[in-house]
């Protein structure tokens, strides 16, 4: 059966492997895949300068069939499945591969999602909803997708009984701290025990927007800690990465 993953990495620190899916729902402005669509926690792609490996955004040339992944997967120690990509709930066959590898493996399935399209979750153990912005508006402008559906089904998450965390992150110059607040206070509506993570922006593809301070992601973790029981930040720093990552296709 033909998938839409075309990158697998593996983590040995903490067991884990990352399936990357082709194909997106959203046309995000400054989407990190417009930089590059393979895991950029390899050593290859943190690398500066002319040393870097150059990896542009081309289609890649195939994708693995369920049976080539399940195969890559069974020489690893595995206790956890991230399901990530471009959009990895897009892939007609998704609700099947979190079954097969489930059932196979036994791991703690985690989905990355934008929350789009509601995926099939009965083999998903822990979702990850990205909150591009709340103001209808800005997610329009920036996601080409109104903002609607990502409300409803991330209320449908949260009843699902399944861990559920969300994540923004922080663009200078358009999803700035004011916005991240709105975002925490919308999930707040939720649960306010749900975990949020804001996140630092890297620029990609052709737009004006820097990369953020570390201050600046401290500083809007910090305004949402008044909405949400747990909030933490990522500022971006080649400190924070403190496990290797390995290339298995």
């Avoid at 036994?106 to 929350?115: D, Q, R």
Wanted: net charge negative; aromatic share 10%.
């Amino acid at each position: 059966m033909k998938t839409n993953i075309y990158h697998i990495t593996y983590t040995p620190d903490t067991r884990s492997a990352s399936l990357r899916f082709w194909g997106c729902n959203m046309i995000c402005l400054g989407c990190l895949c417009k930089e590059g669509v393979y895991d950029h926690l390899l050593k290859e792609n943190r690398l500066e300068g002319s040393q870097r490996i150059v990896d542009s955004r081309k289609k890649p040339e195939r994708m693995l069939d369920l049976e080539e992944v399940i195969e890559y997967l069974s020489g690893l120690e595995l206790e956890r499945v991230f399901f990530t990509g471009e959009e990895a709930s897009v892939d007609p066959h998704f609700g099947t591969i979190t079954k097969v590898i489930h059932e196979k493996f036994h791991t703690e399935n985690v989905l990355y999602t934008n929350g789009y399209d509601m995926a099939s979750i009965d083999d998903i153990d822990t979702i990850e909803v990205g909150i591009k912005a709340i103001s209808e508006d800005l997610h329009l402008r920036y996601t080409g997708r109104p903002v609607g559906p990502v409300k409803e089904n991330f209320i449908k998450y949260a009843a699902s009984g399944k861990k559920l965390t969300a994540a923004s992150i922080l663009i200078p110059g358009l999803v700035e701290a004011e916005e991240i607040e709105k975002i925490a206070l919308f999930i707040a509506s939720v649960n306010k025990d749900i975990p949020f993570f804001v996140l630092p922006y890297f620029p990609a593809g052709d737009n004006p927007w820097r990369k953020t301070e570390p201050w600046e992601v401290e500083e809007a973790a910090q305004r949402v800690r008044k909405y949400l029981t747990h909030v933490s930040n990522c500022q971006g720093t080649d400190q924070e990465i403190v496990h290797d990552v390995e290339r298995v296709f």
